[in-house]
């Protein structure tokens, strides 16, 4: 009997989702009856706004909503995206240069096949959103790190990014707010990074899933509203998720060029056809309806990130840079490994998260997952008394 034929190659080399799996480890063990306060998953605790609910509640009623639209998006959704665009992004587009995904993942995924061919280079800033290398292997691309640590903020310069750059480099992702670690960049970074992109003709990526939640007046300035002549070489991501506390709903979307939204387009209409039309509506109604709830979870937030860098750090050999957008903190915690705690020396943050799990009962996100060693992601989307419970069980940990 013949063997059977292998599976694919190129789907068996990619990577579980190391945030999704933290996340599973400790819901998990939850359901076990173990007091797990997990900071893994980047997902707001608040319910999805009231008046987004009962919008999908009244699109149930509409026999329209059961049937196939296009595959691109429904035709009010997407202008409604392309307001948006103009008013946070300072881009005037058409909402036919607008494809509505199911998620932002998706707009990840599409994004890469869209410009990336066999062998090009990508520039991915480090620390890094875990599905990125993927998603670019899995057009075939290279991904190239260009590591910037706690002391730049996380951010890098031009300077890193120009020596970095080959003859084969085609594309850089550029993510302002980060995840995973908060940080934003000034108008003048951005500006600065695109002018080089724009002088280089190299394709952007970037990713504004995050762009509604900064802090402290900090303004996350779309690179498109920074160099405005990138738009023809730029792809801009987003979606209701995290603003709106909609990660269940699967609306993101992708902006960009027509030639490489016709792409897009194709490639969906193939893929997946068009995004369930009740959660559609939602979005719809999401992004043109009230912003009051929006607003009252991102000052939430803002409280809650102020807690955890204070309290964080408290903990003796835990450097904490303080974030400015998104919902998460990455500190440094070097200063921890190679030093014996509950009877074990950890060398590494994957060893470090494994015990801060089995002695704490806190979960949360090595830095390999994001790039180098040496960090942490915690996420503050969860509740105020967890939150605050979670890091005091670290500091009598690393006390």
């Known amino acids: 009997m013949t063997d059977r034929a292998p599976l694919s190659r190129k789907l068996s080399a990619i990577a579980e989702s190391a945030t999704l799996k933290v996340d599973a480890k ?6 076990e009856g173990k007091a797990v306060i997990s900071y893994a998953a980047g997902e707001p605790d608040f ?13 149930l009623r509409d026999p329209a909503n059961f049937r196939y639209t296009p595959a691109s998006g429904l035709p009010a959704l997407r202008e409604a995206i392309a307001a948006k665009t103009l008013r946070d992004s300072g881009l005037d587009v058409p909402a036919s240069r607008v494809v509505v995904t199911n998620g932002g993942k998706q707009a990840v995924y599409q994004a890469f096949q869209a410009v990336v061919n066999p062998g090009d280079e990508v520039l991915l800033p480090a620390p890094y959103w875990t599905t990125y290398p993927e998603a670019i292997r899995l057009a075939d691309g290279v991904p190239v ?33 980060s995840n995973p670690t908060g940080s934003v960049y000034t108008p003048e970074e951005t500006k600065a990074i695109g002018e080089w992109a724009l002088a280089h003709g190299i394709w952007v990526i970037s990713d504004e899933i995050y762009q509604n939640l900064t802090y402290e007046g900090a303004r996350a300035v779309s690179i498109v509203e920074a160099v405005p002549e990138l738009a023809e070489q730029t792809l801009l991501l987003n979606g209701v998720a995290k ?37 559609q509506r939602a979005a719809l109604t999401a992004l043109s309806g009230p912003q009051i709830e929006a607003e009252k979870m991102r000052t939430a937030f803002d409280r809650r990130r102020r807690l955890i860098v204070d309290e964080l750090s408290m903990i003796p050999g835990v450097e904490v840079p303080n974030p400015l957008g998104a919902f998460y903190v990455y500190p440094d915690v070097r200063g921890l490994l190679g030093r014996e705690w509950a009877g074990r020396t950890p060398t590494t943050t994957l060893e470090l998260a494994d015990l801060i799990l089995d002695e704490a009962e806190v979960a949360v996100v090595p830095g390999e997952a994001f790039g180098p060693s040496g960090y942490l992601r915690l996420s503050y989307a969860l509740g105020d008394d967890q939150l605050l419970e979670g890091v005091r069980r670290l500091q009598r940990l690393f006390a």
């Open 243 to 279: 603003t709106y506390a909609m990660t269940g709903w699967r609306v993101g979307w992708m902006v960009g060029p027509a030639d490489a939204i016709a792409l897009v387009a194709n490639l969906q209409s193939h893929l997946s056809s068009n995004v369930n039309n009740i959660a």
């Open 145 to 177: 790190e260009v590591f910037a640590g706690a002391d730049q903020d996380y951010k890098v310069t031009v300077e890193q990014l120009e020596a970095a750059r080959t003859d084969r480099t085609t594309v850089l992702v550029f993510v302002s707010p």
């Open 47 to 59: 319910p999805t706004p009231e008046f987004v609910v009962d919008a999908a509640t009244e699109a």
């Open 26 to 31: 400790a819901k998990a063990l939850k359901a």
